[in-house]
């Protein structure tokens, strides 16, 4: 998910978007340490992913 995409979407979708995206994220987490993932990349994508939104939703509790 892109910054761009991020700054669009409301407070409460950015809450939903982040629940989804943790969940996906320990799912997958789980997933690979049971056996190797075929594209490992992804772990750090959606890591990426959590951070960006969790920015933004502290930026915008800041303002």
Do not use: G
Request: zero cysteines.
């Amino acid at each position: 998910m892109k910054q761009s995409e991020i700054k669009e979407l409301s407070v409460a979708e950015l809450q939903e978007k982040l629940s989804e995206t943790k969940k996906s994220y320990v799912d997958l987490k789980m997933a690979h340490t049971i056996s190797p993932l075929e594209n490992p990349i992804q772990l750090r994508s959606l890591r990426r992913d959590v951070a960006r939104i969790a920015t933004e939703l502290t930026k915008r509790d800041l303002q």
